[in-house]
């Protein structure tokens, strides 16, 4: 994240940091500037700070002057830790806003719109659900990466920093497979009767959940969820630029899986067709990319076939079925249904049931 820090120091924080609470030193020395007309830029960063050292050896982006005329420079504790939580909303803001639209407008069925249990007004809910989310969230997740970027986690630059050669590669599988077995296990305790009432009910909320339904949480929940993502680079190392690369893919898997697309036939990925499953009869498939905890923890639940053909996943008997099954384990798991289904939905209800 310190490659992520720089840039936005270089080309955001600087200025506006320096504006906000600028130095008293560089004060000084513009007053002095006035009346010595030799008073240099060099002598002031000087006064400032230490010289600049890169976040990465592939990056190299020489600050400007704002970079050496604030109180707070770019190594305080306090500046960096306000500074990540701001980029933290910001990162979670678009690539939500961005992925889950692109997802909603070209991979969403629309159909979805008329199934019995798609709330009224669904669409705003979700957004304002991960709207108050986010910046929950960035309070609990922007402390990890402070302590990233002030170097007690074992991220590395060159590829040469790496174990051993082939861990430049095998990173990726390993992160993916660590943090699916953690995830597993969370997301399966917020599941517990005296934790899901309170936390991931939330999420729950969406029967029939859209791209945006992937970060309307609780921020507690979300964040909890996440917390296996944070601790991997702290345990294991893991190559700076390819943590950003697992940050950007997390985020467009968890809007992937609740597009409601159902290509994955696989019975080993967790794609979006289990997913369903999850969000319809609430005690199955806990998993995030794979299916592999859920078949050892016997809680995998194999997609109806009826999902993978747009014709029959959108049937007035699929729908009754999953509706009579879903109504069951709903009232097993929540006790009375509060959500508000619109009166037209209560009407299209009606019919298959």
Same mark, same amino acid.
């Given at each position: 994240?310190d ?22 030193? !560089?004060? %000084?020395?513009? /007053? &002095?500037?006035h009346?010595?007309?030799?008073? $240099? +830029? #060099?002598?002031?960063?000087?006064m ?35 500074s ?13 806003? !961005?992925? %889950?639209?692109? /997802? &909603? ?6 159909? $979805? +719109? #008329? ?5 009224k007004?669904q ?6 659900q ?34 051993f ?42 029967i ?27 345990l ?43 969000h ?36 007035k ?13 709903q ?13 037209e ?9």
């Amino acid at each position: 994240m310190d490659v992520v820090l720089d840039l936005f120091e270089t080309f955001l924080f600087d200025r506006l940091y320096a504006t906000l609470l600028p130095s008293s030193k !560089v004060n %000084a020395t513009a /007053s &002095y500037a006035h009346d010595v007309a030799t008073s $240099t +830029f #060099t002598s002031m960063r000087e006064m400032a700070t230490p010289a600049y050292q890169p976040p990465s050896q592939f990056l190299h982006i020489e600050p400007s002057k704002y970079a050496y005329m604030s109180a707070w420079p770019r190594e305080n504790l306090y500046r960096q830790g306000l500074s990540l939580y701001t980029i933290t909303c910001i990162f979670g803001f678009a690539l939500y806003f !961005v992925f %889950a639209s692109l /997802s &909603y407008y070209f991979v969403f069925d629309k159909a $979805t +719109f #008329t199934h019995p249990k798609f709330l009224k007004n669904q669409i705003r809910l979700e957004m304002a659900q991960t709207c108050r989310s986010i910046p929950g969230m960035a309070v609990l997740t922007a402390p990890c990466f402070l302590l990233e970027v002030r170097g007690y986690s074992k991220l590395y630059d060159a590829p040469s920093d790496a174990p051993f050669a082939l861990y430049n590669l095998i990173q990726f599988p390993f992160f993916i497979l660590f943090t699916d077995a953690i995830i597993y296990w969370i997301h399966r305790g917020l599941h517990h009767p005296r934790i899901y009432k309170h936390l991931h009910k939330a999420h729950h909320k969406w029967i029939m959940p859209t791209p945006f339904a992937s970060h309307a949480f609780h921020p507690l929940d979300g964040f909890a969820q996440s917390i296996p993502y944070h601790l991997f680079p702290f345990l294991f190392p893991l190559q700076k630029f390819a943590y950003i690369a697992l940050f950007l893919f997390i985020n467009f898997w968890t809007i992937m899986i609740h597009d409601g697309e159902y290509v994955a036939t696989s019975q080993i990925i967790n794609g979006a067709a289990c997913h369903t499953m999850h969000h319809l009869y609430f005690n199955y498939n806990y998993g995030q990319f794979t299916t592999i905890w859920d078949r050892l923890g016997g809680s995998y639940r194999k997609p109806n076939e009826e999902l993978f053909s747009r014709e029959s996943k959108m049937s007035k008997t699929e729908w009754e079925r999953q509706c009579k099954e879903m109504e069951k384990l709903q009232r097993t798991v929540e006790g009375d249904d509060d959500r508000d289904y619109g009166e037209e939905m209560h009407h299209l209800q009606k019919k298959v049931t």
